[in-house]
């Protein structure tokens, strides 16, 4: 797979892939190698400029006196480092945290955002890829007959747990 995003639609499949197999075991090093690609593509950082122009757009849809350009700047400074604490996060998930806040899923969509509420909503887009990250991270390659021998029962107990993960995560991110 190819580390190049070149449309949404790539995106929005290789999310779909990280949540699909969300409650599946990684089983061999090819699939942790290849889910490790995916959340490296997803992970990509966006341009600090696109960010500006991404945070204006938004904050535009709302009423703005003017401004001088001095203060522009400084307003962008203020959300880049509230949005970027963490290192530029990709363009996909600030396009989707800025497109859920005005969309009808959002009970606040009417008042203007704050730059902690569109850092919370990224970090739930983020989610998937998180999930991702921890299911590389907690590989162990195991010989196939022990595989073999989880019963019924330990399969459920284990979906069981990673569900109320994902809810904590996204109780914890402020998602219904």
Known sequence: MANELTS???TRQLIASLRGGALTEVRTPE??????RQCETLRRPAATEWLRGRIGTLLAQYFVSPLPPEMVRAISEDWLAVICANGNPPEWAVTDACRWWIGPDN????????AGDIAKRIKWELGPVAMGEVKVA???PQADEQRERRSEAEIQRMAEAGNRAVKALQRKAGAQ
Not at 31 to 36: K, L, N, P
Not at 107 to 114: E, L, M, N, V
């Open 8 to 10: 949404p639609q790539d």
């Open 31 to 36: 699939e942790a190698q290849a889910i490790a």
């Open 107 to 114: 009970p606040q969509r009417g008042k203007k955002p704050q």
């Open 138 to 140: 907690g590989f162990r």
